[in-house]
T-cell receptor, first 117, second 113 residues
Framework: AQKITQTQPGMFVQEKEAVTLDCTYD???????LFWYKQPSSGEMIFLIY??????QNATEGRYSLNFQKARKSANLVISASQLGDSAMYFC??????????????FGGGTRLMVKP | DTGVSQDPRHKITKRGQNVTFRCDPI?????LYWYRQTLGQGPEFLTY????????KSRLLSDRFSAERPKGSFSTLEIQRTEQGDSAMYLC???????????FGSGTRLTVV
């Protein structure tokens, strides 16, 4: 079974509007972390935001916020006030803390976001 | 601290040739990871080092792949007898123990013709 599922291969959003990118995950580990990365066409993975499984509040970083619904196993990324520079691939990733001595990340298949002027 | 550096950025090679990629992590990061990303997909874990020790390898890492991290500093990933299916972006990332700040390099894009 897929551990990270991103069901939106591509999304359009109008500049200055908000957009939500979906991510669901599957784990039996009670301790885990969820990450969102942005990958522009240049290739580098840029860290956006992190949510720990025991965090009580949803994470926020500037225009990025993570809508964490633990019972539903979802960790959606919300980008407010979209900018043209937000056009990129976005990846959701998970790190399970037990049975993962190497702390590897497992990534979803990504969502391509295109911001329209 | 200039981040994680990968070299080369692009590599085109003929099928059957050997290729080697290099990754220079952030100097104080003791953990180093290699991932492979095929077109339109998310990165997949290949292998990881803690200092100079290679502690885990994915099933994706066939016998044609070998990775080293001498002295716990830079790392190399070698692919022998390349195949067209090896065409992908190879990403390197580093972090510290218990940290959650993984820093990725810009990747090496390999094209096997």
């Amino acid at each position: 079974a897929q551990k990270i599922t991103q069901t939106q291969p591509g999304m359009f959003v109008q500049e200055k509007e908000a957009v939500t990118l979906d991510c669901t995950y599957d784990t039996s580990d009670p301790s885990y972390g969820l990450f969102w990365y942005k990958q522009p066409s240049s290739g580098e993975m840029i860290f956006l935001i992190y949510q720990g499984s025991y965090d009580q509040q949803n994470a926020t970083e500037g225009r990025y916020s993570l809508n964490f619904q633990k019972a539903r196993k979802s960790a959606n990324l919300v980008i407010s006030a979209s900018q043209l520079g937000d056009s990129a691939m976005y990846f959701c990733a998970m790190r399970e803390h037990n049975n993962n001595a190497g702390n590897m990340l497992t990534f979803g298949g990504g969502t391509r976001l295109m911001v329209k002027p | 601290d200039t981040g994680v550096s990968q070299d080369p950025r692009h590599k085109i090679t003929k099928r059957g040739q050997n290729v080697t990629f290099r990754c220079d992590p952030i100097s104080e990061h003791n953990r180093l990871y290699w991932y492979r990303q095929t077109l339109g997909q998310g990165p997949e874990f290949l292998t990881y080092f803690q200092n100079e020790a290679q502690l885990e390898k994915s099933r994706l890492l066939s016998d044609r792949f070998s990775a080293e991290r001498p002295k716990g500093s830079f790392s190399t990933l070698e692919i022998q007898r390349t195949e067209q299916g090896d065409s992908a972006m190879y990403l390197c990332a580093s972090t510290i123990d218990r940290g959650y700040g993984y820093t990725f390099g810009s990747g090496t894009r390999l094209t096997v013709v």
